[in-house]
């Protein structure tokens, strides 16, 4: 069992930049590979950016190359979502989430929420025009 807490949103003007945070409990967080996905009012729940487990891939959505990073730190449990450069159309809430390493196959499914399996209980990120 993995628990997600997120952390870092908030209301910032366009141009401007945020670090989201998630914590998660336990001592396996290195057996998952993380995830940040957003879901905006109205609209699904879409991948902005991936890690594995070992830090060696991150994966991102077209809309948060070279804007976004993703890192993570298993000594603190702990994955980051560093945005800059933020635009209105950003805002949306963010969660994290966990994929098991042992499922295999993270370079495949890597932007398919139904393939996480844990989830964090969000974070708002809203960006003023």
């Known amino acids: 069992q993995v628990q997600l807490v997120e952390s870092g949103g908030g209301l910032v003007q366009a141009g401007g930049s945020l670090r989201l945070s998630c914590a998660a409990s336990g001592r396996t967080f290195s057996s998952y590979s993380m995830g940040w996905f957003r879901q905006a009012p109205g609209k699904e729940r879409d991948f902005v950016a991936g890690i594995n487990y070992s830090s060696n891939r991150t994966y991102y959505a077209d809309s948060a190359k070279g804007r976004f990073t993703i890192s993570r730190d298993n000594a603190k449990n702990t994955v980051y979502l560093q945005m800059n450069s933020l635009k209105p159309e950003d805002t949306a809430v963010y969660y994290c989430?966990?994929?098991?390493?042992?499922?295999?196959?993270?370079?495949?499914?890597?932007?398919?929420?139904?393939?996480?399996?844990?989830w964090g209980q969000g974070t708002q990120v809203t960006v003023s025009s």
């Open positions: 989430a966990a994929y098991w390493r042992y499922r295999g196959a993270y370079y495949l499914y890597y932007y398919l929420s139904e393939k996480y399996d844990y």
